[in-house]
Every structure is written in structure tokens, then in C-alpha cells.
């Protein structure tokens, strides 16, 4: 791994912290008082994304703007679902593997994989 690229993903990697640290919360929290919440979170996904799109081209290593962005995205796509027709366990399982595919990336990142 280059020094730069262990550069642009420690401040992926710290950038990722808060955010994964506020979609626990809003998942125990309880979802339905946390929709507005899980969007912005989806909408940092896609920001963070594009933020280091050209970097991490440059480092090829795409894969990563790839998967925050699409993280982002579907968040941001089953919010509006919910907001249409509630919540069903589903989403709750869906909440918790997006959770679980972003806390990967950061844990990776911080263990330097």
C-alpha cells in the first residue's frame, strides 16, 4: 500500500466513524424517529464518496467510492419507501447489513487491510 493511499483512507476511516456511530444509534434507537437521520446519513455516504472519487481513481482503488456510493444511495432509497408505507422487519435487516458492509470498510481500514 502506497503512502498516499494510507493517507486518503485514514481520513476515509475517520470521516466513516461518526457516521457509522450515528446509524447504530438510529437503528437502536428505533427506526420510525429516525428517518430524517438515516437519509442525512445516506446522503453523507454519497458526499463522502464523491469527495474522494478522483483520489481513490488515481489510486485505483474505485471500488471503494463505488461502495459507499451505492451504500448511500440505497439508504437514501429506502427511506423514502418507509416513509410511504412504514416499517416492516425487513427494513430493520436491511438497515443492519448496511451498517455492517460501512463498520467492515471502517474496521479494515483501521486494521490497515
Known amino acids: 500500500m502506497t503512502e498516499e493511499l494510507r493517507r486518503v ?12 456511530s450515528s446509524m447504530r444509534n438510529c437503528i437502536e434507537g428505533g427506526l420510525a424517529t429516525s428517518m430524517d437521520d438515516m437519509d442525512n446519513l445516506g446522503k453523507d455516504l454519497i458526499l463522502l464518496a464523491e469527495r474522494f472519487r478522483n483520489r481513490l481513481k488515481e489510486l485505483n482503488h474505485t471500488v471503494l467510492t463505488l461502495t459507499l456510493m451505492e ?4 439508504i437514501r432509497s429506502r427511506v423514502r ?17 448496511v451498517y455492517s458492509l460501512i463498520k467492515l470498510i471502517e474496521d479494515s481500514i483501521a486494521s490497515g487491510e
Open 81 to 97: 419507501k418507509l416513509k410511504k408505507r412504514g416499517i416492516l422487519d425487513e427494513d430493520v435487516v436491511f438497515f443492519n447489513d
Open 71 to 74: 451504500a448511500g444511495v440505497c
Open 9 to 20: 483512507l485514514s481520513e476515509i476511516q475517520s470521516l466513516l466513524y461518526p457516521l457509522t
